[in-house]
């Protein structure tokens, strides 16, 4: 992706405390903080550390926190921060429209889109 965008740089959670300039979007891509595994204190730890521009984003993979919690480590380490949280719902409906749109050989129509959301947020209890 970084590339593709050209002015863009990709950097790992280990190394985020990178140049003064701060990120416009930090993204966990891993799988920590979801229900089952560890609770991705590492990575929301590094989120505080890093250099954060100003209205950024932060983007958690992770659709499913662990029982009884509403959010990862990391998203809610963001809203402290002020930055903008995002979970991983959003892809999550994205790539479920995608496969049913290769299947169909259609377009997935907003009002399917929007069903495939509510559907997912029932499963998550949301």
Known sequence: LARS??????SSWLALEGPAAGFDLVVNA?????????DGAPIAAALARAPIAAGAIAYDLVY???AGRRTTEFLARAEQLGLRAVDGVGMLVEQGA??????????VTDEARDAMRAAVLRALGR
């Not at 965008?5 to 990709?10: D, Y």
């Not at 891993?30 to 560890?38: E, F, P």
């Open 5 to 10: 965008l050209g002015h863009a740089r990709a």
């Open 30 to 38: 891993t799988s920590a903080g979801m229900a089952g595994t560890d």
């Open 64 to 66: 499913r926190p662990p």
């Open 98 to 107: 995608r496969a049913l749109s290769i299947f169909l050989s259609r377009r």
